[in-house]
């Protein structure tokens, strides 16, 4: 007979560790990059068909809006870029013990803001 485990359906009231947190940011991440793969393409597409269509690309970057959107998505790029080679690291059993997880995904938090941070001022 199997045995009755408790259930808890209360999905606010859940406490995830952060390195749940980062596979769960991992996965959207991952998700944003790729529903934002096709705006990112018909862009290079418009800046590389002509010197009239670069013109109107570089307008349309002038927008602060599209700027917010590329740096949300160079964000999750870099994200996702640490947090996979966290991934492979794990895989490869290393960083396996808790401190060292829990260490790991704060080091992916930061780096990757911190290029953002880094690259988006260059970029911006």
Request: glycine share 6%; charged share 10%; net charge positive.
């Amino acid at each position: 007979m199997a045995k009755q485990r408790p259930k808890n359906l209360d999905l606010m009231s859940i406490r995830l560790p952060l390195p749940g947190i980062v596979s769960i940011m991992h996965r959207i991440s991952g998700a944003g990059l790729f529903l934002s793969l096709p705006v990112l393409l018909c862009l290079f597409q418009s800046s590389v068909s002509s010197p009239e269509s670069f013109a109107s690309f570089q307008l349309v970057l002038a927008n602060p809006l599209w700027k917010i959107f590329l740096l949300l998505v160079l964000f999750g790029f870099l994200y996702h870029l640490c947090a996979g080679i966290r991934y492979l690291a794990l895989d490869l059993h290393w960083g396996t013990e808790l401190a060292e997880a829990r260490a790991s995904s704060v080091a992916v938090l930061v780096v990757s803001v911190l290029l953002t941070l880094i690259l988006g001022a260059r970029l911006w």
